[in-house]
């Protein structure tokens, strides 16, 4: 069975940064996608940001310029940066891996089929 295991959150204040980290357990058949996703409080999960095997990557309007998505293939570990965080960037992050489509074909969260048990970020003002 394949699992997802996020770290790196925790609570920062406005301006701060984090590091989230995603190791998988397994070399996933097929893995052709991976994402970062969140999650407030009463508010649908969101995408934040997502790389193709070829490096090729994709972020939300909100966080562009602040967070950055990196892979280590070999490692299987996922990796999001975020820096000048915000009070709106506060929720659950979660990693996600999608199987043989890439990211552009779609990176809704019912396209992904593996998920992590989420890391909470905390952002005060």
């Known amino acids: 069975q394949v699992q997802l295991v996020e770290s790196g959150g925790g609570s920062v204040q406005a301006g701060g940064s984090l590091r989230l980290s995603c190791a998988a357990s397994?070399?996933?058949?097929?893995?052709?996608?991976m994402g970062w996703f969140r999650q407030a409080p009463g508010k649908q999960r969101e995408g934040v940001a997502t790389i193709d095997n070829d490096g090729s990557t994709s972020y939300a309007d909100s966080v562009k310029g602040r967070f950055t998505i990196s892979q280590e293939i070999a490692k299987k570990t996922l990796y999001l940066q975020m820096n000048t965080l915000k009070p709106e960037d506060t929720g659950m992050y979660y990693c996600?891996?999608?199987?043989?489509?890439?990211?552009?074909?779609?990176?809704?969260?019912?396209?992904?089929?593996?998920w992590g048990q989420g890391t909470q970020v905390t952002v005060s003002s």
């Open positions: 397994e070399y996933i058949y097929g893995s052709s996608c």
């Open positions: 996600a891996v999608k199987q043989w489509y890439t990211c552009v074909r779609g990176s809704r969260p019912s396209d992904f089929r593996y």
